[in-house]
């Protein structure tokens, strides 16, 4: 026996698919000479010395598993009451999908930001069952309401950080453009859709205009109207600003490509002072001291 295969003959031994081409070339060169001690090298192959192996990494046939729950109904001989088993707990409908299907619609449109209508794409055509966008939405719609107040523990812990980041930006729903609303920590974020871009939409959220720590955004006018805490300017946002000045100067070649990682600072406005007119200095001086006055910047 040769690995796990079984040898009946000298054929099985040639087409054995642990023998190299080399090997069945000598055995078949053997096979044509019957003389005994050629026979015997042939038995000598058969001990194995060890065994080669490969792994294969592979995943499942993905395909969707139809379970049927049925519960006996009963009538009392007597009284001709009717009573029936109870189905479990998590079966609402006679028809309905599983805990499984509606994980997965969860993490593809939530860690994946895939929309609806390519979420039921890609059921269509790795599972060759097509769901609908009703579907989709009624299962994040559960999985929310599933996490309890986890949204409203999210935004009292962001509100009791040291620093957050505040943003927002438009999109589009329904034909209009409205405004998601992020605010930010190392370990929290939380994310509002609203009509409005300004105060309203702060005050709905709820978190800033209750916040006591340092907010970090870009210089968007109502954020300032709240005062508990302080404001400091986001640095991505100012090099992006220093990188269009020196790129409409025509000065890019003579400033440093390590732009990225310079501080926003006096100092490196200073360095900046040879490629820019007088006024220009007085202006970006003077928005600087009223920044630092006022605690915009570090």
């Known amino acids: 026996m040769v690995g796990t295969q079984e040898i009946t003959s000298y054929t099985d031994l040639i087409d054995h698919p642990e023998l190299d081409s080399t090997s069945s070339k000598l055995i078949q060169t053997i096979l044509s000479s019957p003389d005994d001690e050629h026979k015997r090298l042939i038995e000598n192959l058969q001990s194995v010395i060890h065994n080669l192996e490969t792994k294969v990494f592979e995943i499942s046939e993905p395909k969707v598993k139809v379970t049927e729950h049925q519960i006996p109904v009963k009538q009392c001989l007597h009284c001709k009451t009717v009573n029936r ?3 479990p707990p998590d079966i609402k409908a006679r028809v309905q999908y599983g805990t499984r299907i509606k994980r997965r619609i969860t993490y593809l449109f939530a860690n994946h930001f895939i929309p609806y209508e390519r979420v039921t794409d890609y059921f269509a055509d790795v599972y060759g069952h097509k769901i609908s966008e009703g579907t989709v939405n009624n ?15 999210t935004k009292r812990n962001i509100t009791g950080s040291e620093v957050v980041h505040f943003d927002e930006s438009g999109m589009r729903e329904s034909g209009k453009t409205k405004w998601v609303h992020v605010a930010s920590t190392k370990e929290f974020t939380y994310y509002s859709i609203h009509e409005s871009r300004g105060s309203k939409a702060i005050d709905d959220i709820g978190i800033l205009p209750e916040f006591k720590g340092i907010a970090v955004h870009d210089g968007y006018k109502p954020y300032f109207k709240y005062r508990k805490c302080n404001h400091v300017l986001c640095n991505a946002h100012h ?4 990188r269009c000045i020196y790129e409409s100067f025509g000065i890019e070649d003579k400033l440093s490509k390590k732009i990225d ?24 001086l003077k928005a600087l001291t009223e920044a630092w006055d006022k605690q915009w910047v570090y």
């Open 239 to 242: 090099i992006r600003e220093l």
């Open 139 to 153: 299962a994040l719609r559960q999985q929310y309401y599933s996490l309890g107040g986890w949204d409203e523990d």
């Open 261 to 284: 990682n310079i501080f926003f600072s006096y100092e490196m406005i200073e360095s900046y002072f040879e490629y820019f007119s007088t006024k220009l200095i007085n202006r970006i």
């Open 85 to 87: 088993a109870m189905f």
